[in-house]
């Protein structure tokens, strides 16, 4: 828990006059970073502090610029502040707005409006300013696994295959569009009939099916309601590839997210057996290809 006069002073660099404003503010949820509502004279913010090990895993610049499309879109609350140098964000408090779990997320009506975000994402034509190419972030992750000083999960029967599931992605073919790329049920709130995507850290150009991949892996989406979300987003004409598409990207996240964890774990977090339990799923998929 940060000290209060930090998070003053944090406020103070977005508010020069905030000593002379009536201020409250208290810890909300929040797996990778600190966040804070905040409450200035009736009127709420979110504050996002980065956690640890971020400088090397997100660039800010990018998460700034895609998180301003993604408000232009209305996808994502309005940004009230953003200090790409140091990754410090404030975005407005979206006041009636639920913020959705594993279980509301797979409720028909989110399901309607999750496939219908995805859609306007995806077809937006917009470029976001980096890609995000998942073969690059695992290779990234492991030098920043040796960088730490920290150790991969034993044994580690994925790592040598990634060459073999980049070719059959390159075979089956990618499309690149702007995505997501980290569909926690927690990054969707829902206000309304209107239903907003936060927290872009992670965003850039990718193949959609991996944003897809991501929202039914976080969830453990049923068969059932993977097959509703895919035939609302492909308006009931789903590609014969994309079962295939969906597994190998899981295991891509799966070891990915384990990376993370490793990384950040080696930094003083700890996140039981998260890590662990991803890792140990992507080895029991890689066996089903």
Known sequence: MLK??????????????ISSRKIDFHRIGGMSNINYLVDIEEKKYVLRIPGTASE???VRADEK????????????????????KVGIKMVEYVSDAQTLDAELIQQPENLNL??????KLHNSGIRLRNDFNLFSEIEKY????KQYGAKMYEPDNIYHRLPHLERRL??????LCACHNDGVPENFLRSGNRMYLIDWEYSGMNDPIADLAAL???????????????NSYFEHIIPSDTQERILIYQILWDYLWAQWTVIK????????????MRFERALKNIQLL
């Open 4 to 17: 209060d006069s930090v998070i003053i002073g944090y406020l103070a660099n977005i508010f020069p006059d």
């Open 56 to 58: 090397g895993m997100v």
């Open 65 to 84: 610029r895609n998180s301003l499309i993604a408000s232009q879109l209305n996808i994502n609350p309005p940004i009230a502040y953003f200090d790409e």
């Open 114 to 119: 999750i496939a219908s975000l995805y859609r």
């Open 142 to 145: 492991n030098g920043l696994i």
């Open 170 to 175: 390159n075979e089956i073919g990618v499309k």
């Open 216 to 230: 039914f892996l976080e969830s453990e989406f049923s068969q059932d309601n993977q097959n509703y979300i895919l």
């Open 265 to 276: 774990e080696s930094k003083g977090d700890d996140f039981g057996a998260y890590g662990r």
